[in-house]
């Protein structure tokens, strides 16, 4: 059975990078491709969009991947925005972090997994979603 596989913005800048984590992302990156199709949303876009590259590089360099672009499910910002005030009555402070619940939530209702470096944080507001991370991966 495939499964799709929403990536987050993290796992997309360690591809785009070299850094430290970027093997380990490839990794399950490639493993999430071989299990099924992999979801590129329109928050994960709009977040990677701080780099200096020119929309259509961007693309191209993510393009092996095949991603199938999806726009954020209106059934998934209220879910999104209750994640998040749950956040902030527990005293976080990182204005931030919406987009992180947005993309969560799109994850979850889509019925996608969610490849991400920032595991605790989606399984503690989201304890429904399945959840890869590059890290629990053998």
């Known amino acids: 059975?495939?499964?799709?596989?929403?990536?987050?913005?993290?796992?997309?800048?360690?591809?785009?990078?070299?850094?430290?984590q970027a093997n380990a992302s490839s990794q399950a990156t490639i493993?999430?491709?071989?299990?099924?199709d992999i979801v590129l949303s329109a928050i994960v876009w709009a977040e990677l969009?701080?780099?200096?590259?020119?929309?259509?590089d961007l693309m191209r360099?993510?393009?092996?991947?095949?991603?199938?672009?999806?726009?954020?499910?209106?059934?998934?910002?209220f879910p999104a925005?209750?994640?998040?005030?749950?956040?902030?009555?527990?005293?976080?402070?990182?204005?931030?972090?919406?987009?992180?619940f947005l993309i969560g939530a799109h994850a979850?209702?889509?019925g996608h997994r969610l490849l991400t470096r920032d595991a605790s944080r989606y399984r503690s507001y989201f304890p429904e979603l399945d959840i890869l991370s590059p890290e629990t991966l053998p």
């Not at 493993?31 to 099924?36: F, I, V, Y």
């Not at 360099?61 to 910002?77: N, S």
């Not at 990182?94 to 987009?99: A, K, S």
């Open 1 to 20: 059975m495939k499964i799709s596989t929403l990536i987050d913005t993290n796992i997309f800048i360690d591809l785009l990078g070299n850094g430290p």
């Open 31 to 36: 493993a999430a491709l071989d299990a099924g």
């Open 49 to 56: 969009a701080f780099s200096k590259q020119i929309e259509e």
């Open 61 to 77: 360099r993510i393009a092996w991947l095949k991603p199938r672009r999806e726009g954020f499910p209106f059934e998934a910002a």
């Open 81 to 100: 925005g209750r994640a998040h005030s749950h956040y902030r009555e527990l005293g976080g402070r990182r204005g931030r972090t919406l987009p992180d």
């Open 108 to 110: 979850l209702i889509g």
